[in-house]
């Protein structure tokens, strides 16, 4: 059986993406640029992984081949084929690169062709090491690793628990301008309608809800805001986003049980890279970003990575602007292959306005349209300005082990004023009664993660040690107050009777302030070439003070809590990698049991978790599967009075599908959810059997794009995407929101590829729900909004 020339020509069709995107010879991009390596002495499997994280270069070899053979260490700036060679010297070993950039580690038997150092063949069984690390950058839809789910560089096929990576490639292509909309194509991801999303980052992933960084929104690995309303995370400034689906609270402490949505920011690069892209699209959106980066000395010691945007814009919604400013300056110090501080900062500025829920049967009676605005020109306003500023640091010593130590200030000022809708139904002759809400809040957070890695061998098995402590502070001081009387709204005539009238005399806000300390020890252990056993615990000291404005009343709450995961992988030599997990979380909560008068406990979650991912071996795809059983029990549920009794309980089952890569000149993202989120414990009998408001149990998405090279348009890229929600329950009606199916498009031209002086210019046209389907996102009666009607944008991109 003679494997090596499929296995060239399927790498070079998983390559075929990097030559399309302007970068010449892939072989030559990849083998003869200098990069910064360090590569421990270790097994040559775990040596060939490290190297092709480092260099972008994609690796096959045999199974037999590496599974005797050490690797020295090799550290400098060095070019790919260099390091390499320095890797196999004294192996016996050689290497043939293809014209792809991609290598095969050969034997010794001859054969014919050009192979570096003698004439070789490939032993019978292959493993592919993919390209590139957790946090570079990823041409196309796939990434190889990731480090949300070990906190470590870690390739995903390697993780036992179910992880999707959506990569800047995408978001582009997608045109996603909100956090909500770079998931729109992940499996079990429920987001709310764009009229909410655009200021606040909230989702449910396996029917749980994960919204500010005290729930489960992250950036860079760390805890970001203290509070859901204080500004979305702009997608520009990310160069991915992960989501990690199920309990984690092993890693990052007190999370809800579905899972963490980790965005990865843009950092500095050792490559020059200069971007500006204008844009123009409906509802008057005009927008100009920005993105540079690249060494500031000769040497190569400093590099910056600088991302900014500025859109003026209104919205679907009357008299509502869609504004926003961000920019994100970020600095590398590297002062040699084993030292690292990277500086991160950002400002944020949005300029809009709240989208207020509505009864659903205002909604589907007809009685008000999706761009009806129902609050008042002088009073409705939603001002936001968030600020960060962090660094991340990275040390190995001498003996290998790795230190990593991070840390960030958060900081946001929110105005928040809007007139409430739904105080009784619209009236048959269209007239709605509303009451104002004001809201001012400022919160901030200190976020810290220390840790300390170390690689070993020991009773014949690989371990990669992680050991660390984190931090968390979150404050939240927030003052609302309310309307002293109703006023009217005739939505025929737009008509509006009385003022806010807001009484400032009573504040129904709150001041809250909470700190979680934990402590974290994680073993990978890699044994027989194709097992990797990861085990981990954790123990979590949470704290919180909360003070009522309106009552005086001061809440204390003090919990802790120890939490487990244990997960193996086996890694068939085809590329099929099944595993099974078990995993916990916890999540304290606030306030006091009205049976008992004691204090609530903590949401405690349980998963079990099995899958399968395969990575056909020589192609750029990968396709996964997950089963799970998540339990949630002391959830905090109420009665009709509206008393808290902690006696609820959620169980979710459900199956995932997902499919991304890279096939020729095709690109694809597909998914599909089975979601069984079922209430079995309320203190409303009415809710018990009933399912998770706003998840759907079935939702499936395809997104596929194509490059026209073969059929005489070189330079020229079509796509289109199809987003199907099913039917969501609505625990406090009979009445189901109902199911919809929503379609994107995508087309794309390299003018340089038609004219020599257009080099470097792009468009890119980008319509989202192309047929302007109507659709409603409920999470309650009470609680529905519209969904974004038809989109249109055109963008004209400058690369150098």
Same mark, same amino acid.
């Given at each position: 059986?003679?494997?090596?020339?499929?296995?060239?020509?399927?790498?070079?069709?998983?390559?075929?993406?990097?030559?399309?995107?302007?970068?010449?010879?892939?072989?030559?991009?990849?083998?003869?640029?200098?990069?910064?390596?360090?590569?421990?002495?270790?097994?040559?499997?775990?040596?060939?992984?490290?190297?092709?994280?480092?260099?972008?270069?994609?690796?096959?070899?045999?199974?037999?081949?590496?599974?005797?053979?050490?690797?020295?260490?090799?550290?400098?700036?060095?070019?790919?084929?260099?390091?390499?060679?320095?890797?196999?010297?004294?192996? !016996?070993?050689?290497?043939?690169?293809?014209?792809?950039?991609?290598?095969?580690?050969?034997?010794?038997?001859?054969?014919?062709?050009?192979?570096?150092?003698?004439?070789?063949?490939?032993?019978?069984?292959?493993?592919?090491?993919?390209?590139?690390?957790?946090?570079?950058?990823?041409?196309?839809?796939?990434?190889?690793?990731?480090?949300?789910?070990?906190?470590?560089?870690?390739?995903?096929?390697?993780?036992?628990?179910?992880?999707?990576?959506?990569?800047?490639? =995408?978001?582009?292509?997608?045109?996603?301008?909100?956090?909500?909309?770079?998931?729109?194509? *992940?499996? +079990?991801?429920?987001?709310?309608?764009?009229?909410?999303?655009?200021?606040?980052?909230?989702?449910?992933?396996?029917?749980?809800?994960?919204?500010?960084?005290?729930?489960?929104?992250?950036?860079?690995?760390?805890?970001? =805001?203290?509070?859901?309303?204080?500004?979305?995370?702009?997608?520009?400034?990310?160069?991915?986003?992960?989501?990690?689906?199920?309990?984690?609270?092993?890693?990052?402490? =007190?999370?809800?049980?579905?899972?963490?949505?980790?965005?990865?920011?843009?950092?500095?690069?050792?490559?020059?890279?200069?971007?500006?892209?204008?844009?123009?699209?409906?509802?008057?959106?005009?927008?100009?970003?920005?993105?540079? +980066?690249?060494?500031?000395?000769?040497?190569?010691?400093?590099?910056?990575?600088?991302? +900014?945007?500025?859109?003026?814009?209104?919205?679907?919604?009357?008299?509502?602007?869609?504004?926003?400013?961000?920019?994100?300056?970020?600095? &590398?110090?590297?002062?040699?292959?084993?030292?690292?501080? &990277?500086?991160?900062?950002?400002?944020?500025?949005?300029?809009?306005?709240?989208?207020?829920?509505?009864?659903?049967?205002?909604?589907?009676?007809?009685?008000?349209?999706?761009?009806?605005?129902?609050?008042?020109?002088?009073?409705?306003?939603?001002?936001?300005?968030?600020? &960060?500023?962090?660094?991340?640091?990275?040390?190995?010593?001498?003996?290998?082990?790795?230190?990593?130590?991070? @840390?960030?200030?958060?900081?946001?000022?929110?105005?928040?004023?809007?007139?409430?809708?739904?105080?009784?139904?619209?009236?048959?002759?269209?007239?709605?009664?509303?009451?104002?809400?004001?809201?001012?809040?400022?919160?901030?957070?200190? *976020?810290?993660?220390?840790?300390?890695?170390?690689?070993?061998?020991?009773?014949?098995?690989?371990?990669?040690?992680?050991?660390?402590?984190?931090?968390?502070?979150?404050?939240?001081?927030?003052?609302?107050?309310?309307?002293?009387?109703?006023? @009217?709204?005739?939505?025929?005539?737009?008509?509006?009777?009385?003022?806010?009238?807001?009484?400032?005399?009573?504040?129904?806000?709150?001041?809250?302030?909470?700190?979680?300390?934990?402590?974290?020890?994680?073993?990978?252990?890699?044994?027989?070439?194709?097992?990797?056993?990861?085990?981990? !615990?954790?123990?979590?000291?949470?704290?919180?003070?909360?003070?009522?404005?309106?009552?005086?009343?001061?809440?204390?709450?003090?919990?802790?809590?120890?939490?487990?995961?244990?997960?193996?992988?086996?890694?068939?030599?085809?590329?099929?990698?099944?595993?099974?997990?078990?995993?916990?979380?916890?999540?304290?909560?606030?306030?006091?049991?009205?049976?008992?008068?004691?204090?609530?406990?903590?949401?405690?979650?349980?998963?079990?978790?099995?899958?399968?991912?395969?990575?056909?071996?020589?192609?750029?795809?990968?396709?996964?599967?997950?089963?799970?059983?998540?339990?949630?029990?002391?959830?905090?549920?109420?009665?009709?009075?509206?008393?808290?009794?902690?006696?609820?309980?959620?169980?979710?089952?459900?199956?995932?599908?997902?499919?991304?890569?890279?096939?020729?000149?095709?690109?694809?993202?597909?998914?599909?959810?089975?979601?069984?989120?079922?209430? &079995?414990?309320?203190?409303?009998?009415?809710?018990?059997?009933?399912?998770?408001?706003?998840?759907?149990?079935?939702?499936?998405?395809?997104?596929?794009?194509?490059?026209?090279?073969?059929?005489?348009?070189?330079?020229?890229?079509?796509?289109?995407?199809?987003?199907?929600?099913?039917?969501?329950?609505?625990?406090?009606?009979?009445?189901?929101?109902?199911?919809?199916?929503?379609?994107?498009?995508?087309?794309?031209?390299?003018?340089?590829?038609?004219?020599?002086?257009?080099?470097?210019?792009?468009?890119?046209?980008?319509?989202?729900?192309?047929?302007?389907?109507?659709?409603?996102?409920?999470?309650?009666?009470?609680?529905?909004?519209?969904?974004?009607?038809?989109?249109?944008?055109?963008?004209?991109?400058?690369?150098?």
């Amino acid at each position: 059986m003679r494997l090596l020339p499929a296995l060239m020509a399927g790498v070079t069709i998983g390559f075929a993406g990097l030559a399309n995107a302007g970068m010449g010879s892939p072989a030559q991009a990849q083998t003869n640029q200098t990069r910064a390596f360090d590569i421990q002495a270790s097994s040559l499997s775990r040596a060939l992984r490290q190297f092709s994280q480092q260099s972008g270069v994609q690796v096959a070899y045999s199974t037999a081949i590496a599974s005797s053979v050490s690797a020295p260490a090799v550290k400098g700036p060095l070019t790919p084929e260099d390091a390499l060679s320095a890797l196999l010297s004294g192996s !016996g070993l050689h290497y043939s690169f293809t014209a792809s950039g991609a290598v095969t580690i050969l034997g010794a038997e001859p054969v014919t062709g050009s192979v570096k150092n003698s004439e070789a063949t490939v032993l019978e069984t292959i493993h592919v090491v993919g390209r590139g690390g957790a946090y570079e950058p990823v041409e196309g839809y796939r990434a190889e690793s990731s480090s949300s789910g070990t906190k470590s560089d870690t390739p995903i096929i390697e993780t036992p628990q179910s992880i999707s990576v959506v990569t800047a490639d =995408q978001i582009a292509n997608q045109r996603a301008t909100s956090l909500s909309d770079t998931l729109s194509y *992940t499996p +079990g991801v429920t987001t709310q309608s764009g009229g909410f999303s655009r200021m606040v980052d909230d989702f449910m992933i396996r029917g749980f809800n994960t919204a500010s960084g005290n729930t489960g929104t992250l950036r860079d690995g760390m805890k970001f =805001q203290s509070n859901v309303y204080d500004g979305g995370q702009e997608p520009y400034g990310l160069e991915r986003v992960e989501v990690l689906r199920g309990a984690s609270s092993v890693l990052y402490g =007190q999370v809800a049980p579905g899972g963490v949505v980790n965005a990865i920011s843009k950092r500095p690069t050792a490559e020059p890279l200069h971007e500006v892209n204008l844009e123009y699209g409906t509802d008057n959106r005009k927008q100009i970003s920005a993105d540079f +980066g690249g060494p500031i000395d000769e040497e190569g010691v400093l590099t910056y990575r600088l991302t +900014g945007l500025a859109r003026d814009a209104d919205n679907w919604v009357d008299n509502t602007p869609d504004d926003k400013k961000y920019i994100a300056p970020a600095l &590398t110090w590297k002062p040699d292959d084993e030292t690292a501080l &990277t500086l991160l900062g950002s400002y944020q500025h949005v300029d809009t306005r709240f989208a207020p829920p509505y009864l659903l049967t205002d909604i589907t009676s007809g009685k008000i349209s999706r761009n009806t605005f129902t609050g008042i020109d002088d009073f409705d306003t939603y001002q936001s300005d968030t600020y &960060t500023i962090g660094g991340i640091f990275e040390h190995t010593f001498d003996n290998e082990v790795k230190l990593r130590s991070s @840390t960030r200030y958060f900081h946001a000022d929110i105005q928040w004023n809007y007139m409430m809708p739904n105080v009784t139904p619209i009236s048959a002759s269209g007239i709605m009664t509303r009451l104002a809400s004001e809201r001012a809040e400022t919160s901030y957070g200190i *976020t810290s993660d220390n840790s300390l890695e170390y690689t070993f061998d020991a009773l014949g098995a690989e371990h990669t040690v992680l050991g660390g402590l984190d931090f968390y502070r979150r404050s939240y001081d927030s003052h609302r107050y309310r309307g002293a009387s109703y006023s @009217t709204l005739d939505l025929n005539t737009g008509v509006s009777t009385g003022s806010p009238n807001v009484n400032h005399a009573v504040d129904r806000g709150s001041d809250s302030l909470g700190d979680q300390y934990g402590i974290y020890l994680q073993d990978q252990i890699k044994f027989d070439d194709h097992w990797v056993l990861l085990l981990g !615990g954790r123990h979590d000291w949470a704290d919180s003070t909360t003070k009522s404005y309106q009552t005086g009343v001061v809440t204390d709450q003090r919990d802790n809590a120890f939490t487990g995961r244990a997960g193996l992988v086996y890694l068939f030599d085809n590329g099929v990698a099944p595993y099974v997990n078990v995993s916990q979380s916890f999540l304290p909560q606030v306030g006091s049991d009205y049976l008992t008068g004691s204090a609530l406990k903590p949401n405690e979650g349980l998963q079990y978790e099995a899958g399968v991912r395969y990575q056909p071996v020589g192609t750029d795809l990968q396709f996964s599967a997950a089963i799970y059983d998540l339990n949630q029990k002391n959830v905090v549920s109420y009665s009709s009075t509206g008393n808290a009794y902690q006696l609820g309980e959620v169980q979710s089952r459900g199956l995932e599908l997902e499919a991304r890569g890279e096939v020729g000149n095709w690109g694809l993202v597909a998914g599909y959810t089975f979601t069984d989120a079922e209430i &079995t414990q309320s203190a409303k009998t009415a809710e018990v059997g009933e399912q998770v408001a706003l998840v759907p149990k079935h939702s499936f998405s395809l997104w596929a794009d194509y490059g026209l090279d073969d059929l005489g348009l070189e330079g020229v890229r079509v796509g289109g995407g199809m987003r199907f929600i099913g039917k969501r329950n609505l625990t406090d009606s009979a009445i189901d929101n109902g199911g919809y199916v929503l379609f994107d498009a995508l087309a794309t031209v390299d003018l340089g590829k038609f004219d020599p002086k257009l080099d470097g210019l792009d468009l890119k046209v980008n319509a989202r729900n192309l047929f302007d389907r109507e659709y409603v996102s409920c999470a309650a009666i009470d609680g529905c909004r519209f969904g974004e009607p038809m989109s249109v944008s055109a963008s004209l991109s400058y690369k150098w």
